[in-house]
């Protein structure tokens, strides 16, 4: 069932996927898809998402991604006090920036800004974990001037030679809605584009990051697929507000 849901979202055949989905969660099995929270969490399934979470935990505590969809899911259902401390109790067993990354996202969205930095200043985040938490510490401050300078940097360094779709998220938080749609367009162009924008919804916890009228291959996927748009949002961000 994984490997068949995995294919369908692959190869862009969204028909009956999350119907698919509640099928392979209620199996209760120790194999799942590798995408199962992008057809999820953001589109209204969000306690789909822990229970299949922590199953996860269950059946391979040393693997992170079990951590990171539990601190996801609480984090999606408002509940960050449970959020938090999942990505703590995550970090003692195994202490992974996947885990990490996601933890300081919901002190981020909880608005406990001083407890993200914190993290941040430790130095233990790559680069590209680190611009990307600068940039939502600003845009959540809605200071625009440095989230876009971050934004700007991102592009010089970590993307510089690599496809420019991950920092349409940043450039939609930053309020530069028109260059993130630019972007979003350029995926939507490519083979398989459709696989960068699924996981941005869930990246940016801002709702929609793009408009969905510059993607016209990844908005048909999403009516095959019966998912909603715009998608849910974890907290308000100035800055799109801004730019729109």
Avoid at 221 to 235: H, N, S, V
Wanted: with cysteine.
């Amino acid at each position: 069932l994984s490997a068949r849901f995995d294919k369908k979202i692959i190869l862009g055949d969204w028909r009956g996927v999350t119907a698919l989905l509640a099928e392979i969660a209620d199996a209760r099995t120790c194999v799942w898809p590798s995408w199962d929270d992008m057809a999820s969490v953001t589109y209204g399934n969000e306690q789909l998402f822990l229970d299949q979470a922590l199953r996860k935990i269950e059946c391979d505590p040393l693997n992170f991604s079990g951590w990171r969809a539990q601190v996801q899911s609480h984090a999606w259902l408002g509940n960050y006090e449970a959020s938090i401390a999942a990505g703590l109790r995550g970090l003692e067993v195994l202490p992974h920036n996947a885990i990490r990354h996601e933890l300081v996202k919901t002190y981020i969205a909880a608005g406990d800004i001083d407890a993200a930095e914190a993290i941040v200043n430790r130095g233990m985040l790559n680069e590209e974990m680190t611009l990307d938490l600068r940039v939502r510490v600003a845009a959540a401050e809605g200071d625009g001037d440095t989230a876009r300078s971050l934004v700007a940097e991102m592009r010089e360094t970590v993307y510089a030679d690599q496809l420019q779709g991950a920092l349409i998220s940043p450039h939609s938080l930053s309020g530069q809605r028109e260059e993130a749609n630019r972007l979003a367009a350029e995926a939507d162009s490519r083979p398989l584009g459709h696989l960068i924008l699924m996981v941005l919804p869930l990246d940016c916890q801002c709702g929609a990051p793009f408009d969905l009228e510059y993607t016209p291959n990844f908005a048909r996927l999403l009516d095959d697929a019966g998912l909603r748009w715009p998608p849910k949002t974890i907290r308000d961000w100035p800055l799109m507000d801004d730019s729109k």
